[in-house]
T-cell receptor
């Protein structure tokens, strides 16, 4: 069945450094790839998304890249800050709105 | 994006009982979903709540255990039936608006079964 793999499961960086989270998906019909940030005790919040007709998208310190051929997509956070500490989920969806989530990456940003 | 609320926000229940969780949206939405998130885990889709018809359940989830209603385009309920401690989890509803693809999540219901 459809699957989304996410790595690493835990990531610790120094404040100001960059963080990269990588995901792979199995369903070639997937065409929409959102990223969610979930702070402790809070709901998942959309931070950025990318569609299959685009290779890269950037929003301030956050960027996402997509390689459809390899079925890879990645989240890049530059100049990390302590408030970036959270769990990040990648996801993939195709027609029918069914969304498959990755296992999550717990990001720690050390001040 | 839509404003989504859930009731209750949390509850402690005895095994063998049932709990109904409500999800209310402040505008009509195309799709509504129910997820379970166990502690430290990812989001697992339970079912798609279909307006005016039976919900569509994912593998491993059945209607007798998780009956779902969606009487209109702004409201849905999920019941967790005959609860056991293994049902302790966070239950979240999510919605998709209009012709979009993005899911927006409710605040979640934290359930503890003793």
């Amino acid at each position: 069945g459809e699957n989304v793999e996410q790595h690493p499961s835990t990531l610790s960086v120094q404040e100001g450094d960059s963080a990269v989270i990588k995901c792979t998906y199995s369903d070639s019909a997937s065409n929409y790839f959102p990223w969610y940030k979930q702070e402790l005790g809070k709901r998942p919040q959309l931070i950025i998304d990318i569609r299959s007709n685009v290779g890269e998208k950037k929003d301030q310190r956050i960027a996402v890249t997509l390689n459809k051929t390899a079925k890879h997509f990645s989240l890049h956070i530059t100049e990390t800050q302590p408030e970036d500490s959270a769990v990040y989920f990648c996801a993939a969806s195709g027609g029918g709105f069914k969304t498959i989530f990755g296992a999550g990456t717990r990001l720690f940003v050390k001040a | 994006s839509a404003v989504i609320s859930q009731k209750p926000s949390r509850d402690i229940c005895q095994r063998g009982t049932s709990l109904t969780i409500q999800c209310q949206v402040d505008s009509q939405v195309t799709m509504m979903f129910w997820y379970r998130q166990q502690p430290g885990q990812s989001l697992t889709l339970i079912a798609t709540a279909n307006q005016g018809s039976e919900a569509t359940y994912e593998s491993g989830f059945v209607i007798d255990k998780f009956p779902i209603s969606r009487p209109n385009l702004t409201f849905s309920t999920l019941t967790v039936s005959n609860m056991s401690p293994e049902d302790s989890s966070i239950y979240l509803c999510s919605v998709v608006q209009g012709g979009g693809e993005t899911q927006y999540f409710g605040p979640g219901t934290r359930l503890l079964v003793l």
